[in-house]
């Protein structure tokens, strides 16, 4: 990936402030903690922001992907690209945004400005995005409730049925939750089982406020680490956007990436679905990400030594289903890629 041009009089000032040396995570109880002067930093990096997918090398692509997921609300056009820039201030981003203290502060703040001015505070990946996830998987969960899979959901206009209302009893989780914006969207679109859950109690915090705000006191709001997940149920509609990118951010997000599929897989309900939106991630990179992961539960499965359980089936869990196909393209390295990839998993 590559981050944008900025014009001369920026440019001077991206220099001076790569230069800086980003200060040493502080210790807190044993656990790395976020700095004023790091969330300075990510936030001054708002301003710079990662095009082009996975065209250059991943760990040019991990340190680019931080500052896209910091800049995610406040996308801009690309007119030009650069990768000079420092490892270590990237290294350091990557790491910061990983950590659950970074995303604590934040929300503590986005908490403080809402109670003091009203401010609904940011909207990852912007409110179109948002807006396209909602309407699409809608349209995609209509078409499953009408008992036919679909190919081209972006190019079909389902008419009225009597069954397009079956997808309104789905239940519905959104993990890595944030300000609970996406869930209020899926309520605009009658969804009405919903639950958010976030690792980040002022996150959840401020999705209670803003939900009470806007008489959307019914959606769920809880504290739960997805990666340790203490919930029971599973759902019919697991959203998640940019959670997964953020855990991948972590210094750990290898390993983590696997919590992660091992902890989804039990959430999902057979025949549900799994919508994941990322700013790190091309569709196809998470079409290989499930199937790495089909294959590591199918050698599990049929390892002798694995405990077996009610649960335990030797078919992948997940397969892919659909993606959108309406977000702006470009045309990088002759590869054609966007910014921004939404993709759905049927779980089998």
């Known amino acids: ?37 790091e969330r300075s930093v990510a936030a001054d990096s708002w301003s710079i922001k990662s095009e082009y997918g996975s065209t250059l090398d991943d760990d040019q692509r ?31 981003m990557a790491s910061m945004l990983g950590l659950q203290s970074y995303w604590d502060a934040a929300y503590a703040d986005e ?10 505070g940011e909207i990852w990946f912007g409110a179109d995005v ?12 209509i078409e499953i409730s009408q008992d036919h899979i679909p190919n081209h959901v972006d190019e079909t206009k389902p008419g009225p049925t009597e069954q397009d209302d079956k997808y309104l009893s789905w239940s519905v989780l959104d993990i890595g939750t944030g300000n609970g914006l996406l869930l209020q969207e899926l309520a605009k679109y009658r969804f009405s089982d919903l639950t958010g859950t976030d690792y980040s109690e002022g996150a959840i915090d401020l999705a209670r406020s803003l939900a009470d705000r806007d008489g959307l006191s019914n959606i769920k709001f809880l504290v739960d680490d997805v990666l340790e997940t203490k919930l029971e149920r599973k759902f019919q509609l697991v959203m998640d956007k940019g959670t997964l990118d953020a855990i991948g951010l972590h210094p750990d997000g290898t390993v983590k990436r696997i919590m992660y599929w091992d902890s989804v897989a039990k959430l999902v309900a057979s025949g549900g679905l799994l919508v994941i939106t990322s700013c790190n991630s091309t569709k196809d990179e998470l079409v290989q990400e499930v199937e790495n992961f089909n294959q590591r539960w199918i050698e599990m499965t049929e390892d002798p030594n694995t405990p077996k359980d009610q ?4 078919e992948p869990p997940f397969q892919y289903l659909n993606h959108v196909r309406t977000y702006p393209t470009f045309m990088f390295g002759g590869s054609v890629g966007s910014r921004v990839a939404t993709v759905a998993f049927l779980r089998n």
């Not at 908490?111 to 609904?120: P, V, W």
Request: aromatic content about 4%; charged content about 25%.
């Open 311 to 314: 649960e335990t089936c030797t």
């Open 62 to 92: 991990h340190a680019d992907a931080a500052e896209a997921l910091s800049s995610a609300a406040n996308f801009r056009a690309a007119s030009d690209y650069s990768s000079d820039k420092d490892d270590s201030d990237n290294e350091a």
């Open 111 to 120: 908490l403080a400005n809402f109670r003091e001015h009203g401010h609904t």
């Open 1 to 37: 990936m590559a981050a944008i041009r900025l014009a001369p009089e920026e440019s001077s000032d991206l220099v001076q402030h790569q230069q800086q040396q980003p200060p040493q995570p502080q210790q807190h109880g044993g656990r790395e903690v976020a700095s004023d002067d």
């Open 130 to 141: 948002m807006d396209v996830v909602a309407s699409w998987t809608k349209s995609l969960c």
